[in-house]
């Protein structure tokens, strides 16, 4: 069972940066879409960006396109996003999530494996 950790979250005034990083366990990550998420409170986890296995396909929901980037190491088992020009609305809990196959993907029931979460907190 793969585990993933996700570190970078924390308190940013709106218009400020932050990137968030999601750690994986195990020698397959390569193999394997990865993507973020977000629940912010009272709300449904939403998609936010992924990025598939190897081909670079990458999805990004419309209210992040042109603010955050999502991106991978494999030799470092790591995923990353980047957030510019943050507001207050992008206050949420970021989960990282790996999809069941190597194809980037929008739908969080291609993702089987989850974060605990990192805060994400923006200051209007």
């Known amino acids: 069972q793969v585990q993933l950790v996700e570190s970078g979250g924390g308190l940013v005034q709106a218009g400020g940066s932050l990137r968030l990083s999601c750690a994986a366990s195990?020698?397959?990550?390569?193999?394997?879409?990865m993507g973020w998420f977000r629940q912010a409170p009272g709300k449904e986890r939403e998609f936010v960006a992924s990025?598939?296995?190897?081909?670079?396909?990458?999805y990004y929901a419309d209210f992040v396109k042109g603010r955050f980037t999502i991106s991978r190491d494999n030799a470092k088992n790591t995923v990353y996003l980047q957030m510019n020009s943050l507001k207050p609305d992008d206050t949420a809990v970021y989960y990282c999530?790996?999809?069941?196959?190597?194809?980037?993907?929008?739908?969080?029931?291609?993702?089987?494996?989850w974060g605990q979460g990192t805060q994400v907190t923006v200051s209007s």
């Open positions: 195990g020698r397959t990550f390569s193999s394997y879409a």
């Open positions: 999530a790996r999809g069941r196959t190597g194809r980037s993907t929008k739908a969080s029931t291609n993702f089987n494996s």
């Open positions: 990025i598939s296995s190897s081909d670079g396909v990458i």
